[in-house]
């Protein structure tokens, strides 16, 4: 290829090149913050009611966030920043309503408007000197706030300051917004009336303040106050519940030591008493065994015999009774008939009163006799029974005079320990005795330091009592007996039980 063609196209390449990169440049892309405006054209020409011929702002174009294309040599870019402005607002000396001077400072936000007209008016008016808009706004707000501070009295100010601020911006609007400014928002941040004024006006308020202060600190210490006492009562009411739920468990624990002290002599005593009331059964049992003996083969032959015997005598009875029957009527037949002799002889009546006489003698004599043997009958019988009944007895009384040996017996080989058995079964009786007089009390109030306990350190000292009364009595040291048992763990001798239930033989 020819070196002159390649320069041709080389060149016309980076002629290319360039003439793209000038068509870029020339492509303005506005920020969010930014506007452009594009001036170079003519407006539109316009007559106004006076007859005057001008041209309106048309011809200058206005580009927001979007890109826009500059003609070279004829068209020229400007930007305006539409970005907010923090101006502070302060004015000196202003007279409110009730011809008090104050002092007040604010704060407004203001940013050039978003709509097209805004935007070309701002421009016309602050593009190369947008520095000027601070002065400008403060200025405006400046005038507008004393305005309105004359139409108000500080306490109206102070009370409401967003619609003082409201009407601060409504005052100020028009003129921002010819200017293509837009208030965003103003703040009213401090006041200071002249003197004390202020100081003076929240005198009321704040004694009124203080007062109520005072009275909700005095209400709050005496509601912690209360609860403090509430709370120190219950802890004495827990401390005093804990210290009972402590002497019962110590009570529990003692009660459990004595019966694990005493589970020895008493496990003892128990199977002696065991045995003692097995020997008593056997006892009973033989008692039982002689008496149905004895009703067997002494008594039920007595009652036989005592029976055979009043029957037998009640029939020799009758029959000498009709034997004498017998004869009295023969005797009566034979001296009527002699009597109606003697009447027929004329001696008849003497002979009849004499045979009269002499049969009745007869039969007395034969009632006599029969009654006789009736009642030695009967006293045969009697005599009998008694002697089986005697009997009885003395086989009763040998029986129960064997269990009484056994038992003495038993109390000699165990001694102390059928002694402490004994005492185990009539401690509750004696405790329940002890408490009998507080069971029928209905209503009782107990005026003691050691509260409720007491009842019970009563009772107790009242077994005490009882059982120092009977050891006074007897001779028998019971609550020596009772603390050596609990001492030496029983100290009872203890006799080896066989399979059996018997007790080995005594040495």
């Known amino acids: 290829m020819d070196l002159t063609l390649l320069i041709a196209l080389g060149g016309l390449a980076v002629l290319v090149l360039v003439l793209v990169l000038f068509v870029l440049s020339r492509i303005k892309v506005a920020g969010p913050n930014q506007a452009f405006i594009v001036t170079g054209r003519q407006g539109r020409e316009v007559t106004s009611a006076a007859g005057i011929t001008s041209r309106d702002a048309s011809g200058q174009k206005v580009v927001m966030g979007a890109s ?15 970005s907010s402005r923090r101006i502070p607002v302060g004015i000196r000396g202003a007279v409110s309503k009730q011809g008090v001077k104050c002092d007040l400072e604010g704060v407004a ?76 928002t103003f703040q009213l941040q401090d006041i200071q009336a002249e003197g004390s004024y202020l100081a003076d006006l929240g005198r009321p308020e704040a ?22 006492l509430l709370a120190d009562e219950a802890i004495a009411v827990a401390k005093r519940q804990l210290a009972l739920r402590q002497a019962e ?27 003692l009331a097995e020997q008593e059964k056997v006892a009973v049992r ?35 009774i009709l034997t004498a029957e017998a004869q009295r009527q023969a005797t009566i037949a034979g001296a009527q008939a002699a009597a109606e002799q003697a009447r027929l002889s004329g001696e008849g009546e003497r002979a009849r ?62 001694g102390e320990a059928a002694v402490l058995e004994m005492l185990v079964k009539v401690l509750p009786e004696v405790v329940q005795a002890a408490a009998a007089p507080l069971a029928g009390v209905d209503k009782m109030t107990v005026i003691s330091a050691d509260g409720a306990g007491a009842l019970g350190r009563s009772v107790a000292a009242n077994v005490a009592q009882g059982l120092q009364l009977s050891g006074d009595l007897t001779g028998v040291d ?18 080896p039980i066989t399979t059996d239930g018997d007790a080995p033989p005594r040495p």
């Open 249 to 275: 468990i110590t009570a529990e624990t003692d009660a459990a030591t004595a019966r694990a002290a005493a589970a020895g002599p008493l496990a003892q005593a128990a199977q002696d008493q065991a045995i």
């Open 478 to 495: 019971v609550a020596a007996l009772l603390r050596r048992f609990a001492a030496d763990g029983g100290g009872a001798t203890r006799v």
């Open 109 to 184: 936000i203001v940013k050039v408007g978003g709509t097209e007209d805004s935007v070309r008016a701002a421009a016309q008016r602050f593009l190369n000197q947008q520095e000027g808009i601070d002065t400008f706004t403060s200025e405006v707000l400046a005038g507008a706030l004393r305005s309105i501070v004359g139409r108000l009295t500080i306490e109206e100010i102070i009370r409401d300051r967003a619609a003082f601020a409201s009407a601060v911006a409504e005052e100020a609007e028009s003129s921002l917004t010819g200017q293509g400014l837009v208030l965003d």
């Open 68 to 82: 826009v294309f500059v003609l070279p040599v004829v068209q020229k870019l400007h930007t305006l920043d539409l």
């Open 207 to 228: 004694a009124r303040v203080l007062k109520e202060a005072s009275i909700a600190e005095a209400r709050a210490r005496q509601a912690a106050e209360q609860e403090q």
């Open 353 to 414: 009163r004499s045979a009269l006489a002499e049969a009745e003698a007869v039969e007395g004599a034969k009632r006599g006799e029969a009654e006789k043997l009736r009642r030695q009958a009967v006293a045969d019988a009697v005599e009998r029974e008694g002697t089986a009944e005697a009997a009885a007895i003395l086989a009763r009384g040998q029986a129960e005079a064997e269990a009484l040996d056994a038992r003495s017996e038993a109390f000699a080989k165990y």
């Open 286 to 320: 033989t008692a039982s065994l002689t008496e149905r003996q004895l009703d067997t083969q002494v008594r039920r032959p007595a009652d036989a015999q005592r029976y055979k015997v009043e029957q037998e005598a009640e029939a020799r009875k009758n029959a000498a």
